[in-house]
């Protein structure tokens, strides 16, 4: 199985930056092919503009999506966007690692997005969802908070945890056309000893070489 890694933690030595490189090993070990984005090692700009691309539709006004559907149409993306797309299109699982700050994604990786999910190329002329670009495909976030799991219940102080990772999950993955596994959560590994962080750990790492044989989950409505 071909499977795309997408890092955002700015702190290679963070628990983040170790479930990061558990997964490349593991699954590498496990026979698949493995290709990395570490977004912050790789010094990413998060930033969208004409940089995108190469090719310019109307040098007069920017509007982003008409200029990704044309480069779409001639080839005309920038070198960084280019290689992040054809890993995407590359691989039939794609995994996010971040911690969820402030209630959604880092700044890095929602800019990542941003410039990557290119209208035309990834999304549009009807191809939205379960008809979307990438049906076939599977995504899985793996993902740390800062607080314990109880806060993360229905009606718990922060809300519902699907319903919090809902908007990255159905309107970002499943919008264009990938289906989601369960969300691989750890709560609150800051708290938790050396010990407790191994076992947690060890917990991905059986999850992960068994990884090619989960099926979706459904994300629903919330």
Known sequence: MNIFLVGAHPEPQSFNGALFREAERTLAQAGHSVRV???HAMAFNPVSGRH????????????????????TEVGGFAPDIEAELEKIEWCDLMIWQFPRWWFGFPGTLKGWVDRVFAMGRTYGGGRFYKEGVFRGKRALLSTTTGG??????????NGDIHAILRPIQRGVL?????SVLSPHIIYGPAHMNDEERAKAI???????KSIEVESPYEVGFY
């Open 37 to 39: 984005s570490d977004l």
């Open 52 to 71: 995108n691309f190469t090719t310019v539709k109307d040098p007069a006004f920017f509007k982003q999506q008409h200029e990704e559907i044309h480069a």
């Open 202 to 208: 060890d917990e991905y790492r059986a999850r992960l």
């Open 174 to 178: 499943e919008f264009v056309g990938f």
């Open 148 to 157: 314990p799991s109880d806060n993360y219940e229905k009606g718990g102080w």
